[in-house]
């Protein structure tokens, strides 16, 4: 999480606003990794996630990225999933 901060900050694109590991709902024997993201730009942020747990060799197979634009105390947003057609996200 660490790499995510420092890549996001000196991108100025957000912060890391935390991570979990959680249950697949349709799924409950696997487990996802949830990340909280406070984003100024969704599509660069999400590329630049994608991009630093996939170079840093982490399973990035699982994971869900949730944002929150930044300056607005908005809820967070499922933003992008490991597979296509997931919906199910809770915080």
Same mark, same amino acid.
């Given at each position: 999480?660490?790499?995510?901060? +420092?890549?996001? =900050?000196?991108?100025?694109?957000?912060?890391?606003?935390?991570?979990?590991?959680? /249950?697949?709902?349709?799924?409950? /024997?696997?487990?996802?990794?949830? +990340?909280?993201?406070?984003? *100024?730009?969704?599509?660069?942020? +999400?590329?630049?996630?994608?991009?630093?747990?996939?170079?840093?060799?982490?399973?990035?197979?699982? +994971?869900?990225? =949730?944002?929150?634009?930044?300056?607005?105390?908005?809820?967070? *947003?499922? /933003?992008?999933?490991? /597979?296509?057609?997931? *919906?199910?996200?809770?915080?």
């Amino acid at each position: 999480m660490e790499c995510l901060e +420092i890549s996001l =900050a000196d991108a100025g694109l957000g912060y890391v606003d935390g991570f979990d590991m959680g /249950k697949c709902m349709s799924d409950p /024997k696997k487990y996802v990794l949830n +990340i909280f993201c406070v984003v *100024t730009e969704e599509e660069p942020s +999400i590329a630049l996630v994608k991009r630093v747990l996939r170079d840093s060799r982490l399973d990035y197979t699982r +994971i869900k990225i =949730a944002t929150m634009p930044y300056g607005k105390e908005e809820t967070y *947003t499922l /933003k992008y999933a490991y /597979k296509k057609g997931v *919906t199910d996200f809770s915080l």
